[in-house]
């Protein structure tokens, strides 16, 4: 009897030492097909990649024929050119780069007689400079010029009706900018084949927001502008955060993404009509992308996700119902048939089938900018609603108001 039971154990022990044998086999095996998996992905990536070089070169010509035209002498400095980027990033921004090139030697370089009374060079120079910056390419344009006249663009403005007088003299030079982005946006004085034509720069933007980039621009008065181009590595694959609002799945880059906050509703607070939380003694910002919070003391101590996101520079923060994970997503392009917003900038599915939207953060924070400048009194949200429930939304405002 005593034998048959010291026969289980070691037929016990046998199949534990076995089934531990196989595990560490198999994870093994993953280990290993993980890698394989990693270095193929490399290797696909890698071919996809060229140096800005490529696109670079056709710059001297472009800078030679300018200055000629415009009657100036200016130089052109080239680095960064062996910095790589995706080869489809690289053919689409290659008619906005021309246009800031063209714009710099025509618009921001000083005429001889100008420089030489400012007590510059006489000849003038405009910078081509690429570079990596976490996962996302730098491309700057910069000319020693005289710069953005800040409060004549801020006249232009108000003068084409984009804003008032008195909402304009509260906008600081960032701000004021931006407006050199609008459609039709020109401070020329005259109209020639270089500037004052009122198109461009708007075109700049929406490749860039196209791209799911961002470009800024920093102007010093009589010292020179620069316009910073941030462009993601590669428009195929990304690492993306995944997070739901009213029940459907979101993803944004998570490189755009600074830290995540837990916060309450009742540290939300309203400043003139947005939304604002202080966090670490500093206030952001923030968009709520569902449904506003209804009155009450159990809405107020409902607790929320703020993802902390950084565009052009600036921290914004985004109100979701609840975060779902990292992912690496393989972006699949939407036509215009298939969504009608400029809020989601492409898709992915995953593994288990479930399809999850991109969201486009340049878009998501212009809607932000626009409904901030309206002053329509309301707390913008619902962005990511349909158009029924918004409706359906501003309905119940209205009711509740009246």
Not at 227 to 238: E, G, H, M, V
Request: aromatic share 4%.
């Amino acid at each position: 009897m005593s034998a048959a039971i010291d026969w289980r154990a070691e037929a016990s022990r046998l199949t534990i030492r076995d089934r531990a044998f196989i595990d560490g086999k198999f994870v093994d095996a993953m280990g290993f097909q993980a890698r394989v998996l990693n270095d193929l992905q490399r290797s696909v990536m890698k071919i996809r990649m060229v140096p800005v070089e490529q696109l670079f070169r056709r710059f001297p010509r472009v800078v030679r024929d300018v200055a000629r035209q415009c009657g100036k002498d200016v130089s052109l400095v080239i680095t960064g050119e062996n910095t790589d980027l995706d080869k489809s990033i690289l053919d689409t921004i290659a008619e906005p780069l021309t246009h800031l090139v063209r714009n710099a030697v025509g618009h921001g370089i000083e005429s001889t007689a100008m420089r030489t009374a400012a007590g510059k060079p006489v000849q003038g120079t405009i910078r081509l400079n690429a570079y990596h910056q976490a996962n996302q390419v730098i491309v700057e344009v910069s000319d020693d010029g005289h710069g953005i006249d800040v409060e004549r663009v801020r006249a232009k403005a108000v003068e084409q009706g984009l804003i008032s007088s008195e909402e304009a003299a509260r906008l600081n030079e960032t701000e004021v900018l931006r407006f050199i982005f609008q459609p039709g946006f020109s401070t020329a004085q005259e109209v020639t084949e270089v500037s004052g034509r009122g198109v461009g720069m708007d075109v700049v933007q929406s490749v860039l927001q196209r791209l799911k980039g961002t470009v800024d621009v920093d102007s010093r008065p009589g010292l020179g502008t620069t316009f910073r181009l941030r462009l993601p590595l590669t428009l195929a694959i990304i690492k993306a955060l995944l997070f739901r609002v009213e029940q459907r799945l979101y993803a944004i880059p998570l490189n755009a993404v600074v830290e995540i906050a837990r916060s309450v509703e009742s540290e939300v607070h309203q400043v003139d009509h947005y939304e604002v939380l202080t966090l670490r003694n500093e206030v952001l910002p923030l968009v709520r992308l569902g449904r506003p919070v209804a009155f009450g003391s159990e809405a107020t101590a409902k607790k929320l996700f703020v993802l902390v996101i950084t565009v052009a520079e600036r921290k914004f923060g985004l109100i979701v119902d609840s975060l779902e994970g990292e992912e690496e997503l393989v972006i699949k392009a939407l036509d215009d048939h298939a969504i009608s917003t400029d809020l989601v900038s492409g898709a992915s599915i995953m593994g288990d089938g479930r399809v999850v939207l991109i969201l486009n953060l340049a878009a998501v924070i212009e809607h932000f900018a626009r409904s901030r400048s309206a002053g329509t009194g309301s707390v913008l949200s619902g962005l990511l609603l349909s158009h029924a429930d918004r409706a359906r939304m501003s309905q119940s405002a209205a009711g509740g108001h009246a």
